[in-house]
Nanobody
Framework: VQLQASGGGLVQAGGSLRLSCAASGRTFSAYARGWFRQAPGEEREFVAA????????SYADSAKGRFTISRDNAKNTVYLQMNSLKPEDTAVYYC????????????????WGQGTLVTVSS
């Protein structure tokens, strides 16, 4: 099983990025998916979660109103659209698979992807 995150890069404050996390090796259409991030010297923190159907989402306060999580089960992929980026959003972003949204929010993942670096310049 592999979770391949992509879409990170360098962007100016106020800009946008769209992260993708494609799963391979098995289908995760019945699982919740999520995004986390870890800034230098900080603990990894929850960013966003989405239920298997896409009908339920949850966001960290720092992400509400700026980030949108979505998924395409046919592509076994989850996305994170990030708008109005701030320098404090700079971090390595990780995707995860969990049994449900509550587990994602609690950081309880069945699988973790490798990270993709997002750098927001001021």
């Amino acid at each position: 099983v592999q979770l391949q995150a992509s879409g990170g890069g360098l962007v100016q404050a106020g800009g946008s990025l769209r992260l993708s996390c494609a799963a391979s090796g098995r289908t995760f259409s019945a699982y919740a998916r999520g995004w986390f991030r870890q800034a230098p010297g900080e603990e990894r923190e929850f960013v966003a979660a989405i239920s298997w159907s896409g009908g339920t989402t949850s966001y960290a306060d720092s992400a509400k109103g700026r980030f949108t999580i979505s998924r395409d089960n046919a592509k076994n992929t989850v996305y994170l659209q990030m708008n109005s980026l701030k320098p404090e959003d700079t971090a390595v972003y990780y995707c995860a698979v969990s049994n449900n949204v509550r587990a994602v929010v609690a950081g309880q993942a069945n699988y973790w992807g490798q990270g993709t670096l997002v750098t927001v310049s001021s």
